[in-house]
C-alpha cells in the first residue's frame, strides 16, 4: 500500500507540472503583426497610417509590386519610427524613396522570437516585457580591422564579419555613482597633450576647431599612439573622400589593426549619420563590457546635432537656437554619457575614453553646439588656426584649452611645472604687440625677460611630427626641465 501511495503521488506531482506549464504557455502571448499604409512623403519624411509600433521601431516599405511579367519588385526601403500624431507615424527612411508611391505596405519588423522553454516564468520572460522591434548590429571581436556603414555592412569589401553577434543598439545607462571614478592617466603619445593637458582614462574631451587646422592629423595620432585595446572611429557627415583617406594616411595599417571603422558620410540620409554615431558608441560599449580599454574618436559631434537637426525640423519641432531644436541640445548629453568609466573594481569592465571633435562654424567659439559641448564634456582642446597658418602642428592652443581631470592623474611637480609654463605664455602674448613694434626693453620685467628666452624652447616643446610618438614620462621630464617651478 505504501508502495502505491508513492507512485500515486508521483504521477499526481507530474500531472501538477504539466498543467502549470500548460498554463504558462497559454500566458505567452505574442502581440499580432500590424501593417500600415504609406500616405505621404513630404521632404525627409514618410507619412504613414496603421502602424503600431513604438518609437525606434525599424519597419519596411514595400513599393506597389508590378504585376507585368519579367518585373522584379522593388527593394523595400528600411524607415525608422520617429514620431506619430495620433494614428499617423512619422518615419525616417535610411535609403532611397525613389520608386514608393501612396498606398505602399508599411510593415514593422517582428521582434525576435525566442522559444519559450518548458516550464518556464512566462512572466519573466524577455520578449514578453518588451517588445524589441529596433535595429540590432553585429558586434564582436570580429569587427575589428575592419569598416563598416551604420547598419554594419563592409565598406572594405574583405568578405563577411565572422565572427560577430547580433545586439541591440539600445542599452541601459550606467548609474552615475556606480561608475569607476577617473584616476588613472592615460599615455595618447602626443606631447602637448600627455604634457599640458593630461588625459585621464575613461574622461570625454573635446576637439574644438574649424575647417582645415590638422584635426584629423591629431585624431589619427592618438589612433596610433594612444594605449587602449581597441579603438573605435566614427566618421559621421565627413566628405566622403576622406573616409579612405583617413584610413590609408593617417590611421595606416598599424592603428586599423586594433580598430573599428563606422563611416557614414555626408550624402547619407541624416538617420544613417545618427543611426552611425550610436553604433560606434555601442560598439565601445560592448568592447568596455568584456573588460576592454576603448579609445573612442567621433569626427564629429556636431554632425551628430546637425542630423538631428534635419530630423526634428523635417517633422515638425520648432527652431530654438540658430536654427537647432531642443531636441538636439538633449541629444548630446544622452550620447556622450554612454561614454566612460564601467562599473567600479571587480566588475570586470573596462573603459571608454572619447574624443569628439566639434566644428565652430567660422572659427565661433560660441557656436550654439560647441557651448552646448564644452559644457557636457570633461575639458576641451582648441586648435588654433592662426597656429597651423603658421606651421604650428599639433596647432593646439594650450592657453585656451583644459582638462578637467588633470589635477587627478598628474602628479604633483607636473601640475605645477604645467601651470608655470601657461603663466609664462600668457605674459609673452600679452606683450606680443611690443615685441612686434620692437618696444621691449630687456631687464625692466623679469617675468616678460624669462618668457622671451624660452619663447623658442617651448615653441619647439609643444610642436610634434605626425610619426613621432612621445611617451608621457618623457614629455613630465621634458617639461619640468623645461621651466622653473616656481615664478
Known sequence: MRALAERLDQREQRWSRWMKGLAQQAAYTQPLASEGLLLRVTGLVLEAVGVRAPMGAVCEVHAAGNTNAGQPAQAPVFAEVVGFNGDRAFLMPTGEVHGLSSGARVVPRAAPQVPLRWGADASAHPWRRSEDRGLHLPMGDGLLGRVVDSHGRPLDRLGELVPTVPEPMVRRPINAMDRDPVRTPLDTGVRAINALLTVGRGQRLGLFAGTGVGKSVLMGMMARYTQADVIVVGLIGERGREVKEFIEDILEAEGLARSVVVAAPADAPPLVRLQGAHYATAIAEHFRDRGRHVLLLMDSLTRYAMAQREIALAIGEPPATRGYPPSCFAKLPQLVERSGNGLGAGSG???????????????????????AARGILDGHIVLSRELAEGGHFPAIDVERSISRVMTAVAPRPQQQAARRLRQLMARLAKARDLLAIGAYQPGNDAELDLAVRLAP??????????????????????LQALVPSTP
Not at 349 to 371: C, H, K, N, R
Request: charged residues 20%.
Open 349 to 371: 569592465q573596462g573603459s571608454i575614453t572619447a574624443f569628439y571633435t566639434v566644428l565652430t562654424e567660422g572659427d565661433d567659439p560660441q557656436d550654439p553646439i560647441a557651448d
Open 457 to 478: 624652447q617651448i615653441t619647439h616643446f609643444l610642436q610634434q611630427d605626425m610619426h613621432e610618438r612621445a611617451p608621457i614620462a618623457e614629455c613630465r621630464a621634458h
